[in-house]
């Protein structure tokens, strides 16, 4: 089936480390994006990516990196310099540059700093 | 500034009612607008996708309609079930130069209908 697929589904860090989600897809998009979800607030956009080896901060990607080396693939590191890290995480993907642009999302990872 | 509002905050009604979800925005030269399904714990799931040029969009018991002039949307629910239960997202991406693929997303509304 088409889709994305977030891992893992829980995730758990202790201060000062550095965690990696993982975010694929096979729905041959070409933009990926990283988003936040925080109780009350709306999504809040952290990287996003228009094409392979191309990636551009959104709106809080302080504390946080990415890398776009293939299509499919845009993992999200939560670096130590996320001061506030515990979050749900979800990624999407969408066409872009053309007419529908609808965007997809995956089930999500939820992070908790222990 | 570009913002996307979605009101009420939260509903609730018994099984049966017909409902409607309100998404107003700012400005009204969008590139297309889409409504969201989001369970609790879950991701993002598509209902609806409305580009500019469309009034409405129709899937099942679901009914997206779009206004720009006005910067209104609005999300028909008819017949609605207990399994309709959920916080419904309004996103919205507005037509700008460089950053035009960016959705701005509006709060939610949740949810409940009741058996």
């Known amino acids: 089936d088409g889709g994305i697929t977030q891992s893992p589904k829980y995730l758990f860090r202790k201060e000062g480390q550095n965690v990696t989600l993982s975010c694929e897809q096979n729905?041959?998009?070409?933009?990926m994006y990283w988003y936040r979800q925080d109780p009350g607030q709306g999504l809040r956009l952290i990287y996003y990516?228009?094409?392979?080896?191309?990636?551009q901060k959104g709106d809080i990607a302080e504390g946080y990196s990415v890398s776009r080396e293939k299509k499919e693939s845009f993992p999200l590191t939560v670096t130590s310099a996320q001061k506030n890290p515990t979050a749900f995480y979800l990624c999407?993907?969408?066409?872009?540059?053309?007419?529908?642009?609808?965007?997809?999302f995956g089930q999500g990872t939820r992070l908790t700093v222990v | 500034k570009q913002e996307v509002t979605q009101i009420p905050a939260a509903l609730s009604v018994p099984e049966g009612e017909n409902l409607v979800l309100n998404c107003s925005f700012t400005?009204?030269?969008?590139?297309?607008l889409q409504w969201f399904r989001q369970d609790p714990g879950k991701g993002l799931t598509s209902l609806l996708l409305?580009?500019?040029s469309q009034r409405e969009q129709t899937s099942g018991r679901l009914n997206a309609s779009l206004d720009k002039s006005s910067g209104r949307s609005t999300l028909y629910i008819a017949a609605s079930q207990p399994g309709d239960s959920a916080t419904y997202l309004c996103?919205?991406?507005?037509?700008?130069?460089?950053?035009?693929?960016?959705?701005?997303w509006g709060l939610g509304t949740s949810l409940a209908v009741n058996p």
């Open positions: 999407a993907s969408s066409n872009w540059g053309q007419m529908n642009t609808e965007a997809f």
């Open positions: 400005d009204s030269a969008i590139y297309n």
């Open positions: 990516s228009q094409i392979v080896n191309d990636f």
């Open positions: 729905l041959n998009h070409d933009a």
């Open positions: 996103a919205v991406r507005f037509n700008n130069a460089g950053n035009n693929r960016k959705l701005i």
């Open positions: 409305i580009q500019s």
